[in-house]
């Protein structure tokens, strides 16, 4: 046991940090895909398709 640098509990304490940091990064990246599926969800029909057609549009005077 005296071979390792630092003690066993505080390697553990390390490995809890990383563990939690990991979930609190999981946990943001969830509420931040979460907020984009709401604001995609609140177009209607209509609206996706004339932003389709303007963004083809677009596309078309570029290839041109």
Excluded: C, F
Aim: proline share 5%; glycine share 8%; hydrophobic share 40%.
């Amino acid at each position: 046991m005296e071979d390792y640098p630092m003690p066993k509990r505080q390697r553990m304490r390390w490995w809890k940090l990383l563990g939690l940091a990991g979930l609190a990064g999981v946990a943001a990246t969830g509420v931040v895909v979460a907020r984009a599926e709401r604001r995609r969800r609140a177009y209607t029909p209509e609206e996706i398709r004339d932003r389709l057609r303007e963004r083809h549009a677009k596309a078309g005077d570029r290839s041109s």
